[in-house]
């Protein structure tokens, strides 16, 4: 038999033991973060969370929506993983707009900072870590004498406020070149950015990568991608031995740059895809020594052994529907899952592939689906907004959220 003074001592324990954190919880689980244009600009573009959590019965289900303040802000763009800190940079490459999202609370997300030009450069286009913590972002242009010229690097706090700059306009530079995005060599203390500009929808193709050095933001050098898939650089990606990178271009090729340490850095032209139409081979990721990358002329993502940088070699791909072109992909913390967004009929769809980093084998995750759905995928149209509105959602950067 209990005595009473026994239940009023449970009473009173059980009064005092620490109660769920819904934080706490809420961080247990996996999200995927879209960053998402409104098809109808009367209504707000907006930061979509899907819950991902695989042995979560939610699994691929809406969790909610953040609006974001102005309308076409053309969201583009966003760091292609989600940063230790949790604060996540996205453009808004239409308006001239950027924002950063405070992810702490991962199913609550709210806008921290927004910021347009800086120190005279205008639209920002990719964000990049440093070790500090920082920020580097690229901006496409600046003014100067009332014309519009090529851009330069920023590094920013995690609040969006600037810490320094430095300008990619030089007497040599293509008329073309815009500052796209970048690839951080700490190794070696070097900076390589592309140069595609992205307002004149490719009109003026630039050849031209910069090299820079970290440590001051210094345009140290230039290099010429040679051949017919030279043109319209992208992405550049540091491999595993911290010297080299491989930067693909919208043209759909893909180059070995070495020698960053030397006065005479080189670009060597190690691998092409098909380009079709008016698509555009786009975002990669590195992981280990396979290479990822969208080729939008097979309606796929490829996987490549890269284990012989100069010899890639595909070892896996997934097809989707012959008139979807991917574009973005990211990759998830643990690298089982990779995230794909695109255009034309993929344009108001997310997928999500599984990866197996050992074997660097591709595979569609046949359960990531709406309720009810007969296909994979997460549609993002014939909804209602957690926010309000009902229009198509155009999800771009997408990103995974971390432990």
Not at 266 to 294: E, M, N, W
Not at 299 to 328: C, G, M, Q, Y
Request: proline share 7%; glycine share 8%; charged share 20%.
């Amino acid at each position: 038999m209990i005595r009473p003074q026994t239940v009023a001592l449970l009473v009173m324990l059980a009064g005092c033991a620490p109660r769920p954190d819904a934080t706490a919880t809420a961080a247990a689980l996996d999200y995927l973060y879209l960053w998402t244009a409104s098809a109808d600009t009367t209504q707000p573009d907006f930061l979509a969370v899907l819950d991902v959590t695989e042995d979560s019965a939610r699994y691929g289900r809406l969790v909610t929506t953040l609006p974001i303040p102005g309308s076409a802000n053309y969201p583009h763009h966003t760091e292609h993983e989600l940063p230790a800190d949790r604060q996540l940079f996205a453009n808004g490459f239409g308006s001239g707009q950027s924002f950063v999202f405070d992810l702490t609370r991962p199913d609550a997300p709210r806008i921290a900072a927004q910021f347009g030009d800086v120190d005279g450069y205008t639209h920002p286009h990719s964000f990049l870590r440093l070790a500090s913590g920082n920020v580097l972002a690229t901006f496409q242009m600046t003014h100067a004498n009332g014309h519009m010229r090529a851009g330069g690097l920023v590094e920013l706090t995690p609040a969006g406020i600037r810490v320094r700059s430095s300008s990619a306009d030089t007497p040599a530079a293509d008329s073309g070149l815009r500052v796209y995005s970048a690839g951080i060599v700490p190794l070696l203390d070097r900076i390589v950015t592309t140069s595609t500009d992205m307002e004149k929808d490719f009109f003026e193709p630039s050849r031209t990568l910069q090299v820079w050095r970290l440590s001051d933001l210094s345009l140290l050098s230039s290099i010429r991608l040679p051949g017919p898939n030279g043109t319209l650089s992208a992405e550049p990606r540091l491999m595993a031995d911290g010297r080299t990178l491989l930067v693909s271009t919208f043209s759909c090729g893909l180059f070995l740059i070495d020698s960053l340490d030397t006065d005479t850095p080189r670009a060597s032209q190690v691998g092409a895809f098909p380009r079709k139409d008016d698509t555009s081979c786009a975002i990669p990721a590195i992981v280990g020594h396979y290479y990822l990358v969208t080729v939008p002329a097979w309606s796929a993502v490829v996987s490549l052994d890269i284990s012989n940088p100069r010899a890639p070699k595909e070892v896996s791909r997934v097809a989707f529907d012959s008139t979807d072109v991917p574009h973005w992909l990211s990759v998830s913390p643990d690298h089982r899952r990779v995230v794909v967004t695109g255009y034309a009929t993929m344009e108001n769809t997310v997928q999500i592939l599984r990866f197996d980093e050992k074997t660097g084998q591709l595979a569609l995750d046949t359960r990531f689906r709406e309720a009810g759905a007969t296909v994979p995928g997460f549609r993002m149209e014939q909804k209602q907004w957690p926010h309000g509105g009902n229009a198509k959602g155009v999800p771009h950067g997408a990103v995974f959220s971390r432990p």
